[in-house]
Each structure stands twice: as structure tokens, then as C-alpha cells.
């Protein structure tokens, strides 16, 4: 079975702070994604990645990087957290159609 | 960017009885895909179907899709108080790129 962790599920961090939020799979995907989910507006796509090193911006970036330097990690940055990133951070890893989904981050940024 | 929307947002029914839940989505898709989440939990995979069929099946699950509508309903056949999550339509972004678009959710509680 294909398995996706993330390193915290719960995290509570003040404003300003730097936050990392850590993800692995273990199934030697290609592509790996970060998602928050928010009520009433679903999953939304923050960066992907397709390969080491290699990332692409989704539909909601501003506020976040992302670095891969090994295959299976893909980690999520806020750089100087805000209280509108308090959300539910879900990463997922596919290698083809279908996406793997680890059991996600719930950040409280007080 | 195209965005899968599912109707209806919450669905609360009684166990045994069947649910259905329809998601529509505004551009060409390669394939839709059914997600379920429970409370605070990761989605997992439930179903896919391609652009060229129009059913498909896997235990009490059934899912149609009529391209021509854009849309695609998943149907839960005798509904078990563990059936109680939240589901999400998914449609793939543009081909080659293996994004996913996720619709909002259908809630769906089953009442024992």
C-alpha cells in the first residue's frame, strides 16, 4: 500500500514565525502536491512538484515555498506565518491519475 | 481554472436507504475521479471513470458520467453509518499535467 505521512498533525505556531511542514511518501512517486482545505472552499492546490528539485506554483502560492531534494520529501514552508494560514495542509503524491493522500496538518497560527 | 461543484452540500439520510451525490465541472476532462474524506482525515480513492465511459461500478459504489452535461453523480447503494464522510469529485486539470481539480464536498451523514 502506498503510504503518504506528514509530520504533525496538529501545529500551533504564532505569527511571524517560520513554519515547515514535512511530507513523505513512500512509493517512489514522481509528483508530489501540497493542498490547504478550508469549509466552503474545498481543496486548492498551493505548489507541486514533478520531480527533485523541480516545483511548480498552483493556484494559491503567495505565502509559500516549497522544497524537494530527495524524491520522496516534499516540504511545505511558510515563511513568516500569518493568521489567514491557519488551515488544514494536505500533501498527496501520484504517479499516475490517481493521488495518494497523507492524513494532513491542522495549523493554528495564533 | 475549472472547478468540480457538487450538489448537494450536505446529505443526511438514513441507513440503508441509498445516497447520491452529482458533481459538475466546466472544461474537457481526461477522466473523474470520486475521493471520500472522514473528519479530519486525508482523502482516499474511491472510483475512476474516463472520459469515454459513461458507468462504472466497485461494490455499492456506482458512477455516471455524461460529458455532454459535464457531469457525474456517484451513487452509495444501502447506506452504512460508516458511509458518514465527506466526498469530493476530481477532475484532471489539462492532460499530461496530472493535476487534480477538486470540487467543494458533499457532506453526507448516515443516521443509524
Known amino acids: 500500500d502506498v503510504k503518504v505521512t506528514q509530520s504533525s498533525r496538529y501545529l500551533v505556531k504564532r505569527t511571524g514565525e517560520k513554519v515547515f511542514l514535512e511530507c513523505v511518501q513512500d512509493?517512489?512517486?514522481?509528483?508530489m502536491f501540497w493542498y490547504r482545505q478550508d469549509p466552503g472552499l474545498g481543496l486548492r492546490l498551493i505548489y507541486f512538484s514533478y520531480d527533485v528539485k523541480m516545483k511548480e506554483k498552483g493556484d494559491i502560492p503567495e505565502g509559500y515555498s516549497v522544497s524537494r531534494e530527495k524524491k520522496e520529501r516534499f516540504s511545505l514552508i511558510l515563511e513568516s506565518a500569518s493568521t489567514n494560514q491557519t488551515s488544514m495542509y494536505l500533501c498527496a503524491s501520484n504517479q499516475g491519475v490517481t493521488q495518494y493522500f497523507g492524513p494532513g496538518t491542522r495549523l493554528l497560527v495564533l | 481554472s475549472q472547478q468540480g461543484e457538487e450538489d448537494p452540500q450536505a446529505l443526511s439520510i438514513q441507513e440503508g436507504e441509498n445516497a447520491t451525490m452529482n458533481c459538475s465541472y466546466k472544461t474537457s476532462i481526461n477522466n473523474l475521479q470520486w475521493y471520500r474524506q472522514n473528519s479530519g482525515r486525508g482523502l482516499v480513492h474511491l472510483i475512476l471513470i474516463r472520459s469515454n465511459e459513461r458507468e462504472k461500478h466497485s461494490g455499492r459504489l456506482r458512477v455516471t458520467l455524461d460529458t455532454s452535461k459535464k457531469s457525474s453523480s456517484l451513487l452509495i447503494t444501502a447506506s452504512r453509518a460508516a458511509d458518514t464522510a465527506s466526498y469530493f469529485c476530481?477532475?484532471?486539470?489539462?492532460?499530461?499535467?496530472?493535476?487534480?481539480?477538486f470540487g467543494q464536498g458533499t457532506r453526507l451523514t448516515i443516521n443509524p
Open positions: 476530481a477532475t484532471d486539470a489539462r492532460q499530461g499535467a496530472q493535476k487534480l481539480v
Open positions: 512509493m517512489d512517486h514522481e509528483n
